[in-house]
């Protein structure tokens, strides 16, 4: 890939079932800065691309190129274990020798408006909003060339979802953005480009 590329798909097939493709010579490209949103009707494709860039699922043809990434889910409750704290579970997925963890949690705390103490908390004891930041938070602990982001806003009432989405959108300093969303008025707002799969299944 290029220097700037974080990712990169070349001539993607992909379906369930070998007859009834999804991705048939699918390409797409995004380098550090983008944002790209992906939108179409359910089951058109959006999660199953994510997949496959997570190396979940294998293509039946084609490569699929891409640099350190990291994730937002839809429903931030789904995200963490119901049994243990914030903190321990952020912990849990970073390199903490290559880190200065108290400064970079400060940091990043002050950035996305999240009180320490959340951290100290297990998930049902925090609000959808308050949760979806500790799921930014530790998406943006990981360091990631690309950032996937699926759906982030849905469970959130209009002000809080404004608010979660420009602090993901302030991460394009640092990375590359891939947002799933069936919301296309937000897609058209936040985005350099659009892939509408609904226009892509209709070929």
């Not at 890939?1 to 990169?8: I, S």
């Not at 970073?94 to 999240?114: A, P, V, W």
């Not at 979806?132 to 469970?155: F, G, H, N, Y």
Request: proline share 3%; hydrophobic share 40%.
């Amino acid at each position: 890939m290029e220097n700037n590329t974080v990712l990169e798909i070349k001539n993607l097939d992909f379906g369930y079932i070998k007859d009834k493709l999804i991705y048939k010579d699918f390409n797409l490209k995004l380098q550090k800065g983008q944002l790209i949103s992906i939108v179409g009707s359910s089951g058109s494709g959006k999660s199953t691309l994510f997949e496959l860039i997570s190396g979940n699922l294998k293509p039946l043809k084609g490569q699929i190129s891409v640099s350190n990434i990291s994730s937002i889910y839809q429903d931030p409750y789904s995200s963490f274990h119901p049994s243990f704290r914030i903190i321990e579970q952020i912990k849990d997925v970073l390199d903490l020798k290559n880190l200065d963890f108290e400064e970079e949690i400060n940091n990043k705390c002050e950035l996305l408006s999240l009180e320490k103490t959340f951290l100290e908390k297990k998930p049902h004891e925090l609000s959808g909003g308050q949760l979806q930041r500790c799921s930014i938070l530790r998406a943006l602990l990981m360091k990631p060339d690309l950032l996937l982001v699926d759906e982030p806003t849905s469970a959130l009432d209009n002000i809080i979802a404004m608010e979660v989405m420009q602090l993901i959108i302030k991460q394009l300093e640092n990375c590359a953005i891939l947002l799933i969303t069936h919301d296309m008025s937000l897609a058209t707002w936040c985005s350099d480009d659009i892939i509408n799969l609904n226009k892509i299944l209709e070929k």
